[in-house]
């Protein structure tokens, strides 16, 4: 499969999966607020996961399209932003300890996507 078709059958599964968790995560939140507290209001408010996995299927589906070298190269990057992520949890840990405020898990993904989206920016301008 060429490339250009990959990374377009990449981008339209990706992109209906995304745009199908912000439908499902506006739903659920909307109708989540007046509930009360029960079993029906936690698998409410769980189903945005529904999309998640989804997303999760494309990108999986992308690495299988993917030849070695452009696999290698796009978990290579993984790989760095995982260890970014990694410093930087550990490291404000720390600073929680120091009296820092409390950070929830939603700031795992975007610190690890940002530091995704940089390394493979950065990996453009690097000697091959």
Known sequence: MLEREARRKYLLEMGGAMALYIGVLFVSISLGRG??????????????????????????????????????????????????????????????????????MFWIWP???GAWGVAAALRCFAPR
Not at 79 to 99: C, D, M, R, S
Request: net charge positive; no cysteine.
């Open 35 to 104: 509930m009360p507290e029960s079993v029906a209001r936690t698998l409410l408010l769980l189903t945005p996961l529904v999309p998640v996995g989804f997303a999760v299927w494309a990108i999986a589906r992308q690495f299988g399209r993917m030849d070695e070298f452009q696999r290698l190269r796009s978990l290579e990057t993984l790989a760095v932003a995982a260890a970014i992520t990694a410093g930087a949890t550990f490291t404000y840990g720390f600073l929680e300890n120091l009296g820092f405020p409390r950070l929830s």
């Open 111 to 113: 610190i690890m996507g």
